[in-house]
């Protein structure tokens, strides 16, 4: 089994490398390959995602991904910004399905922004169309406006689109999702408001009746904003588009107490997939060695379940997370009182040891 291994900008060099020791601890029959993605590829090779990382990417069971971006790349022309690697990489290798766990860990309740009750024993799993919506509908840019309210102005646009197909792929994945959990899908549209949401709204009701195990409710994002930050131990499966998957998921991870501690698969109708954790570059603290290793190393825990077919594995690599937790170990973005700083390669290393 062939990984590529896409470190990336920032901390994404950083946490990658704790998530390879863990890989390579288990000593699994795995090939790893590495290549430059994002702002450090625009360095080296022009473009944030060469040719030759593309293709090696394709030709691999998964892709093990830290992040890109850098502030310093922000005034680039568009094609050329670090972004574009990871939209790359989902348009062209299809990946439309995006689940983002978030889950509150017992030892972290108190990290969480909300009262210690509503987060306990969170548990929700979000499912993000990923290669359609706003962000990749045609046509988009800028020109100068015929109509609307200010003619003669310039003024941008993009649009927003759903085929039918798109939304039944992405219902059927949730459906399933749900039925090995809770049995609860809701489905977060705009439909009051706008046409390609009430596309979406009555495809996944009709997708829903093949699953007559799993029930399904249907909610306006705006409302969903605000239920995830009011009971959100509501949810279970959460289903929605590419733009309010990217908003809600954030909000949902802060819920949990850190975003250092949330993986993320994207997959593609073959399973293959890219692995990532659901946070950024973080240039900010990049380089001092105190990000979060454990939602990479837990993104490497779900390549091995959904991609290589390691289920034993993956299962190792999260009790031994749990196991760091409970011996109080924390980085700085999870530090509590009464619990012990560690930086990165200290917790990366105490996850290896914690492998039972
Ligand atoms: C995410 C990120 C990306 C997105 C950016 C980096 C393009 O915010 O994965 O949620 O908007 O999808
Ligand atoms: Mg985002």
Redesign the pocket.
Known sequence: MKIAVLPGDGIGTEIVAEALKVLKALELDLTLETALVGGAAFEAHGHPLPGSTLKLAMESDAVLFGAV?DWKYDKLDRPLRP?QA??GLRKNMGLFANFRPAICYKQLTDASSLKPELVAGLDILIIRELTGDIYFGQPRGRRIATDGHFPGSEEAFDTMRYSRPEIERIAHVAFQAAQKRDKRVTSVDKANVLETFQLWKDVVSEIGLQYPDVALDHMYVDNAAMQLVKAPKKFDVVVTGNMFG?IL?DAAAMLTGSIGMLPSASLNAKNQGLYEPSH?SAPDIAGKGVANPLATILSAAMMLRFSLNQPEAAARIERAVDAVLNQGLRTPDIYSDGTTKVGTREMGDAVVKALD
């Open positions: 971006g972004e990871i939209l990217d998921s950024g």
